[in-house]
């Protein structure tokens, strides 16, 4: 949301990052940097015969946060001085799939630097500790069919979507129950999602070749290799664990007895973290001094929420409750945390905490510099915080279900991520004027994104796993690729859902969805970094934090452990 989100940063921090459970904080520095300052830990790991082991994420873990750091080339791990690795008692450890893990309590004093070396040993890694990445790409078929697979893993593993046998038919019920009659009935030709009626007979026929009856429950894997160059392994990764987060037997989504952040706002004095769960009526609030979390439970006006949703909502006719909670975030021009949910938008004032509900709105939405909700909900509406007003737009029927998220910028234009067209759209008040700009890459599923301070608009191509900027005052659409040489839709199958701006530094955050990596892109360059992550996060939102030392992305792990 531009003019909120970007046009006022002096204001309000766009560094919304983490989105629920915990928070990553991302961080580069130069090797330089690194050697010059003091560390209370540093270390070496290395193979039981004495290799160095390079791109190994080393945990400190203290109380409810944990930090990580990599190995070098030469093996070597340090905390920066910076990092919030303090004096104290900690556990050190490493936890690989395909290493045995290795725990070591230390204390660590202040002026002093601790060595802890560790030697690891290889171990044969389980399928349970695959990502659908690393399933999809071993399994047999072409690049076609493992695409439509892979999409499964937005809500279950791929480990459970194919720990049952089915036929043909079986599958093409599976598909039909997953998808909701309403998607699995339509052609959307735009869009490469498996939840329409051209992929419904090609899934079913693939999933009943791998996994039909009297196959194998054994599923082929491989694992990525780790990144392991200096510019993959100069990062430090803190963890803030929140309240009900859960565990990774977690693997159906929509468990309410553990929390699911999905987006998060950060205030201007860089104390506090707010988040929404998805399945629950709570506000969290991290304080990032002490890494206590407050959760705030709020009421919502009738109407509001999903609640009811799911296989019983006629209208969805899907599998799950989708969801009662909220999800876009945003501040506006009072310093208040906006957020939103279906039919309805949600105002937290943060000096009084309190909570002030209206039964209008959407999840995701757009504010202007007025501080006016914008959203597609059964229509395209403006809310007025100040009146509670709503003013119906005129604009074609098909945007709403075609759109996944949108922003607005300064000139309270509205951009939509055209998930179902493979296009932006951009709504212009002065004008009412409504036009579409397509992707370069077809069927790419734009989904989450962000503003930067030239008014472009950065999204996360999902289904082609690349990252578009659109210029609107050019109306050109350019796209980035995440791995040099990889071709949309096919192996690794990358899928990038949200992007994040840092105009300081002028890198594009991004993440892919099916494994456990992160991506920069340096906007000047094109040139892509790969991060690979401690825990196997589902990341749903991304944000930068502006006025950080260094080059700082929050992330949310929205799937517990949260």
Not at 39 to 67: M, Q
Request: hydrophobic share 30%.
């Amino acid at each position: 949301m531009k003019s909120i989100r970007d046009g006022q940063k002096t204001r309000y921090t766009r560094a919304l990052m983490t989105l629920v459970t915990l928070a990553l904080c991302i961080y580069q520095w130069s090797a330089e940097l690194v050697a010059a300052e003091d560390t209370l830990l540093a270390g070496r790991v290395t193979s039981p015969t004495g290799e160095a082991l390079a791109g190994i994420p080393v945990r400190a873990n203290r109380d409810n946060t944990t930090v990580s750091v990599y190995t070098n080339t030469r093996g070597e791990y340090s905390y920066p001085a910076w990092s919030q690795v303090k004096e104290g008692s900690y556990s050190v450890s490493v936890e690989l799939s395909d290493y045995e893990h290795v725990k070591q309590p230390v204390t660590l004093s202040s002026g002093k630097t601790m060595t802890v070396d560790l030697k690891l040993t290889a171990r044969t890694p389980s399928v349970e500790d695959a990502t659908p990445s690393e399933i999809v790409a071993a399994l047999p078929g072409t690049n076609e069919q493992k695409h439509l697979l892979i999409q499964c893993d937005n809500c279950h593993s791929l480990q459970h979507a194919l720990r049952v046998p089915r036929d043909k038919e079986g599958w093409a019920q599976i598909i039909r129950r997953m998808a909701g009659e309403r998607e699995i009935n339509r052609d959307t030709p735009n869009t490469r999602a498996y939840g329409q009626k051209q992929y419904l007979e090609p899934l079913a026929e693939y999933l009943a070749m791998i996994r039909g009856p009297g196959s194998s429950s054994n599923l082929p894997f491989k694992l990525r290799p780790r990144p392991t160059d200096d510019a993959s392994t100069r990062l430090v990764v803190t963890e803030y664990s929140v309240p009900r987060g859960g565990s990774l037997a977690n693997i159906i989504r929509g468990d309410r007895e553990a929390a699911w952040p999905h987006d998060i706002l950060l205030d201007k004095d860089g104390q506090y973290a707010y988040y929404t769960d998805h399945y629950s009526h709570n506000l969290g609030r991290l304080d990032r001094h002490t890494g206590e979390v407050k959760e705030f439970p709020y009421e919502v006006a009738q109407g509001m929420g999903r609640e009811g949703g799911g296989v019983v909502q006629l209208a969805q006719r899907r599998a799950g409750n989708p969801g009662g909670g909220a999800h876009d975030m945003l501040w506006d021009p009072e310093g208040n945390v906006v957020f939103g949910m279906d039919n309805g938008t949600i105002v937290f004032n943060p000096k009084t905490e309190k909570f002030k509900p209206y039964a209008y709105g959407s999840n995701m939405f757009g504010m202007d510099g007025a501080g006016n909700v914008w959203y597609l909900q059964e229509g395209f509406h403006k809310l007025d915080l100040k009146t509670g007003t709503v003013t119906d737009i005129d604009i074609l029927e098909y945007v709403e279900r075609a759109t996944y998220d949108m922003e607005n910028d300064a000139q309270g234009r509205s951009f939509f991520n055209m998930f179902q067209e493979s296009a932006i759209g951009m709504y212009d008040p002065e004008t009412g004027k409504f036009d579409t700009f397509p992707t370069p890459t077809h069927g790419s599923g734009p989904r989450r994104g962000d503003v930067d301070d030239q008014g472009r608009i950065w999204t996360g191509l999902y289904w082609a796993g690349l990252v578009s900027m659109f210029d609107p005052d050019t109306g050109q659409v350019k796209e980035f690729s995440l791995i040099p040489g990889v071709q949309p839709y096919g192996p690794p199958f990358v899928s990038a859902y949200s992007v994040a701006v840092d105009d300081k530094h002028q890198i594009a955050w991004t993440n892919d969805f099916n494994s456990k990596r992160t991506y920069r892109i340096d906007i000047q360059t094109g040139k892509s970094t790969e991060y690979f992550m401690p825990l196997p996060y589902e990341v749903r939102d991304m944000k930068v934090e502006d006025n950080a030392p260094r080059p700082t992305v929050w992330i949310p792990a929205y799937r517990p452990p949260s």
